[in-house]
């Protein structure tokens, strides 16, 4: 038996924005798993990042639990854990004073994490970062599904007992010599990654992408190692994977 309600959630947007879709992984105290997908014909990565969130915990709105949270998604967690509470002063505007952005879900996710049923105490939501494409099960399942509805690929989401259900959800181990080498300040670079003016630009070397940043006013650029961490990176800017 489980102490707490464990979810996994992801979403994915082809084109960002583009078609989209969510998914998320409920792993109830009592031995059950609940597969959920969602999405949206024209939405980004982050739009789905929420609705992942916000479709799980929906399933679970009723209960007492405890609940942990696994997501690849630094977007949702510093939002609900932080950024929430000032835009809810700030009349749901930034400090720039400009509309925030996915305004409807995060009323909406807000709702579901502040309900706190009348027990002994209240409810505890813990927020956890799993990296994404590292090999975490719950993670990968939940990318698949995101994924799949984005496309409109049929996956068929599974309900049923935990004893029964074919990945192993529970084990949050990952790809070790993965997560090594991906942090790796000195690792060899697969390539480097540039946005400037909102404009993605991959280079296989520093020196093409020093010219594209150097005295370049908000430019972002990073070095990926490998194929899955290049994803990983645009992921991490809002861009299409």
């Known amino acids: 038996m489980l102490k707490e309600i464990i979810i996994f959630c992801d979403g994915a947007a ?12 409920v792993v109830l105290p009592e031995g059950e798993v609940v597969e959920l997908g969602g999405g949206e014909k024209h939405t980004t990565n982050n739009r789905m990042e929420l609705l992942g969130a916000i479709k799980a915990l929906s399933k679970v709105v009723k209960r007492k639990d405890d609940i942990l949270v696994y997501t690849d998604s630094k977007y949702l967690i510093n ?3 932080s950024w929430i509470y000032s835009w809810q002063k700030n009349n749901w505007q930034t400090k720039a004073k400009e509309k925030v952005l996915n305004q409807d879900l995060w009323k909406k996710l807000v709702k579901l994490v502040s309900l706190n049923h009348k027990n002994d105490r209240p409810r505890k939501i813990e927020w956890h970062y799993v990296g994404g494409h590292i090999g975490v099960a ?37 790809d070790e010599i993965k997560k090594t080498v991906k942090h790796g300040k000195s690792a060899k670079a697969y390539s480097y990654l540039s946005l400037v003016g909102g404009i993605l630009n991959i280079d296989k070397t520093w020196p093409d992408c020093e010219v594209r940043v150097k005295g ?26």
């Open 79 to 81: 939002g609900v854990t």
């Open 138 to 174: 719950g993670n990968e399942r939940c990318d698949e599904i995101a994924s799949s509805q984005a496309t409109g690929g049929k996956v068929k989401l599974y309900k049923g007992l935990l004893s029964e259900y074919k990945i192993n959800i529970l084990d949050l181990g990952h």
């Open 216 to 241: 370049k006013a908000g430019a972002r650029y990073k070095k990926a190692i490998s194929p899955e961490d290049e994803k990983e990176i645009i992921k991490s800017w809002g861009l299409h994977e």
């Open 14 to 25: 082809k084109g960002n924005p583009g078609p989209g879709g969510c998914g998320a992984v």
